[in-house]
């Protein structure tokens, strides 16, 4: 899953490797991190966001009970985005049925984005195959999308091969 | 153990080759000493009452003859008929499937059990089309009835999920349930060949029947599931409860769409007491359902063992031969614990 944390760093030299550390400990993968000096607190502390992909639950309670055992302040968790993924393959008249339409559908749902679309086009007047990949924020979410999607191709014909 | 085979195809003479390979092994190891008191075949019937030679009849069926060509053959006699007339302790069942009536498997089945014989079956006819009615007819007859060979040929997933896990819950099983289809589909994902080619091989090497429509769109897997629910989930399912989706559109694109992901195509037979359903679908690769080439696996999910996963060969008169010997020691063991 991917989380969020938002935490409060005393502004001296190494806080900010001493916070990182344990996160990749537990393996996981940083994306992103955002150190902001200027929007100091009115204690002196540096708000810092960082953004991570962790396997499971355990993992993450452990990083943040080690973070806060360090001295950071933490002050938001969020597993908002993309926390569950799901392939998903097409095959039909993928083009011909719309496919803008098909993507614009799934990502009206809420809390749904559709991160990837790869295309394999048939010859004229055969049929296409699609890839898409779905990012949700929670496991019903993403089964909402899939409902949806299989709706989708029921009205537009087209297969649809899920993950077993 | 006086038995009588009834089918004398593929399977029939793979059984008579083991039964001749295993003579001897099956009597010191399990002190199983059997006799073929009778075969037949759609022509009619070879009954011997000291044993019928069946390297003889195997000689004459494999020069072109059929089973009443045999010594003193009986031209014509039905096969309901020698059920009933010639003693005997077992029952094999090994003629073609027919989904729709279960004939003339079901009606083989239904007098050999009255007539109180155990019956060992290879035929998914009479199992999709009358499951618990077979269950109850061999209950009510007292007679052993077993069908290992129904479903994934040598593979034993029936008695390994029945004895073996015993105890469990199942709550799923998934398989890769039909040969011809994992053939296409894995040549279709390693060389890119389309679909009608593959078939038209498949065919030319006999892996595929002529007629593939019970293979391609997923009926025969739709069958195996049915038997599955019903054997090891304890359902009263029947076939119109699949949702069947066979392989007709994958094509080589998709396989390679799915590759690119870390996912493998294959027509995966899902039962689930909620989930009937036959379907093409992504499994990882590297997961125990990604096998290649003819290969046949089942997964089971459960509470206690949570996942075990088996594969295997699943077709193939020698490979299924093995399935139906096993029924076989096992209807000795259980009579003889009686
Ligand atoms: N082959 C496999 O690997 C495999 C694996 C698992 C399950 N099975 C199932 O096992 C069964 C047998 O398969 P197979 O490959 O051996 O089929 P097969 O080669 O077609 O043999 C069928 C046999 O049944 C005979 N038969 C047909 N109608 C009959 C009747 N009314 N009375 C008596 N005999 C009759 C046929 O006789 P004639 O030759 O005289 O027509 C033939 O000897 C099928 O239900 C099949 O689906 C097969």
Redesign the pocket.
């Known amino acids: 899953m991917r989380v969020r944390i938002e935490m409060e760093l005393e502004d001296v030299p190494g806080q900010l490797v001493k916070a990182l550390e344990p996160i990749s400990k537990f393996g996981a993968n940083i994306q992103n991190v955002v150190h902001q000096r200027e929007r100091k607190t009115p204690l002196g502390r540096v708000p810092v966001t960082v953004i991570f992909d962790v396997d499971d639950r355990e993992r993450l309670d452990r990083i943040l009970k080690e973070l806060r055992d360090s001295g950071a302040r933490i002050t938001l968790v969020g597993e908002r985005e993309g926390m569950v993924k799901k392939v998903v393959l097409l095959v039909g008249h993928i083009v011909h049925t719309n496919v803008r339409d098909t993507i614009d559908r799934v990502n009206s749902l809420e809390g749904v984005r559709i991160s990837d679309l790869s295309l394999a086009m048939g010859g004229a007047g055969e049929e296409s195959a699609a890839r898409i990949i779905i990012l949700a924020d929670n496991e019903g979410r993403a089964e909402a999308a899939l409902r949806l999607l299989d709706e989708i191709a029921a009205e537009k014909k087209l297969l649809v091969i899920k993950e077993m | 153990m006086r038995l009588v085979l009834?089918?004398?195809?593929?399977?029939?003479?793979?059984l008579a080759r083991a039964l001749l390979d295993k003579g001897r092994a099956l009597h010191s190891s399990y002190g199983l000493r059997t006799k073929v008191v009778a075969v037949?075949?759609?022509?009619g019937a070879a009954v011997d009452d000291g044993g019928v030679n069946l390297r003889r009849l195997l000689q004459i069926v494999e020069g072109g003859g059929?089973?009443p060509d045999y010594p003193g053959g009986k031209r014509e006699k039905?096969?309901v008929e020698v059920i009933e007339e010639v003693e005997a302790d077992v029952v094999f069942e090994?003629?073609?499937?027919n989904i729709e009536t279960g004939e003339?498997?079901l009606t083989?089945i239904q007098r050999a059990m009255r007539a109180g014989r155990h019956v060992i079956?290879?035929?998914?006819?009479p199992l999709v089309v009358a499951f618990s009615e077979l269950e109850r007819l061999a209950e009510e007859s007292e007679v052993e009835f077993r069908y290992s060979?129904?479903v994934g040929?040598a593979i034993p997933v029936i008695d390994l999920a029945k004895n073996l896990l015993a105890g469990n819950e199942i709550r799923a099983i998934r398989g890769v349930l039909n040969g011809t289809t994992n053939y296409i589909l894995t040549r279709m994902s390693k060389e890119g060949v389309p679909f009608d080619v593959v078939l038209r091989e498949a065919q030319e090497l006999g892996i595929a029947e002529k007629d593939p429509t019970l293979d391609v769109d997923g009926i025969d897997a739709a069958c195996k599931v049915v038997i599955l629910a019903n054997a090891i989930l304890g359902m009263d399912a029947k076939l119109a409860d699949v949702k069947v989706t066979g392989i007709r559109n994958v094509t080589p694109e998709v396989t390679k769409l799915a590759r690119e992901t870390g996912y493998t195509v294959k027509l995966v037979g899902v039962a689930k007491p909620d989930l009937l359903e036959v379907a093409p679908k992504l499994v990882p690769l590297g997961h125990p359902l990604a096998v290649g080439g003819t290969l046949n696996a089942v997964t089971l999910e459960m509470d206690l063992a949570r996942e075990i996963s088996i594969t295997g060969f699943?077709?193939?008169?020698r490979?299924?031969a093995s399935?139906l010997i096993g029924d076989m020691i096992s209807i000795h063991r259980s009579v003889g614990a009686r």
Request: charged content about 15%.
């Open positions: 009834i089918g004398f195809g593929n399977l029939g003479r793979g037949v075949d759609e022509y059929q089973v039905p096969a090994l003629t073609p499937t003339p498997g083989h079956t290879s035929n998914k006819g060979a129904s040929g699943g077709a193939g008169p490979e299924t399935a």
